[in-house]
């Protein structure tokens, strides 16, 4: 009789006579099936739910099988190690402070870099914000050969042996950030040829945030970066983003000839009084483009970019002080354009918004920091034509009651956001009681993207 019993959560197993046990040995028993029996793949479908740290420090001291599931190549796809100086909790993802990201983990220590390196080598992206030791740099290479994705920081001492056996070491390299100096060097530039799957390279020089505290850039004003050899070295490059200005006018006129009809996406600050004859135009395959306080950007410009740059998704103009309605006389032509930025350009009138109107796919349109919203009238009407709009951001505009909120609800069905700025709780009520799905957001704040004192820089990016 008590071998049929078994006390209060003990297991069923323990109580079973030996026949019933040989006989389901092999099989699930009634309560289901060990883990240790179940198929790796389901174990890594399991191990997938984990966060980074717990696959290499708790999962692959468990036992040898679950440290080798833990190091299947699905697990590690969308993983990232990152080495920073700061502690994790100071860490800041889109302003929003951090203590755990499941996908990354945060390394300071030279020690536990070069502990944990060999428990992940499969790991696709490894991103260094801050100057590690060469021989560290080296050991962690040589433990992740399936490396897809190297962030280096502008301030790594970086020799031309070193940078070498990285490349030889992790050769499946497709996307590269480095210092703008590494770009200034045509030794550099030629090694990149040996990635054979390179494909995106991001040159940065010091971050914003350390500027003024005396620290030196990666980059001097003599060190130009050869964007000459980089066309020839890497044929396969389809993105680049340069945040260096030093770079001779011939050699970016030779860089976008080459790469007219391959690059997708590419962020170079573009000196518009110097470049004589090569336009936004001749990139064909533009899909995203920004020219963030380039106030000296001219209606031709812009009608150029109309003209040749029919894949264009995206186009944000900021601060662009000389544009006039002219300037948006063809971007009907621009028909597969999704969203559209006119922030701060304060000569527009009357007439833009029959122009904006007519774009057929434009889904986003954001009219921050205008002056006067009524100086677009009469055309500001032709809002209400826009049948495919499902964000409209006037945060810091004025006069928003130029707007005719009031029709939105019978016209503009497949608005779903609303940036504005107001006083008043009430002053939208109808509109949210008419349109159940418009989601009304207000609270913002001026950041330094939109500051003007940042636009005296005149910084001009030139984004795909």
Known sequence: MAEGRR???????????????SEKSDSADEEGMHFHQLPDEVIVNIFSSLSFSDLVDIVQNVCVRWKRLAQDPLLWLDKEYVVTASPVKEWSCSGVVCTECVNSKFEGKDEEILRAAPTMPQLRTLTLMRNVKPYVLQKVCASFPNLTSLQIDSRQEMTYSLMKYVFEKCPRIQKLSLGSGLLS?????????????LSSVTSLGLRPDLHGLGMRTTFSPTGFVKLRALANSCPQLQEVHI???CYTVFDLEYFLKVKRHILTSVTLPWMMEEVRETRPGCLTQLRRLQLPFASDLEDDTVLTISEGCPNLRELRLRFSLRITDRALAMINRLEHLEILELSGCQRLGGACMSFISQLPALHTLVLRALDDLSVLQPSLRKILDMKELRCLDIVHSSNIGAVPFREFP???KKLRELHVAYEGGNAFSELLRNMPRLKLITTFRLTHEYSTDNGRSFVRNFVA
């Open 185 to 197: 060097d045509v030794q550099y530039v030629q090694l990149l040829s040996s990635l054979q799957h």
């Open 7 to 21: 006390k209060w959560g003990e297991p069923s197993t323990k109580v079973r006579r030996n026949s019933e046990m």
């Open 410 to 412: 019978g016209r503009l």
């Open 243 to 245: 945040d260096s200005s």
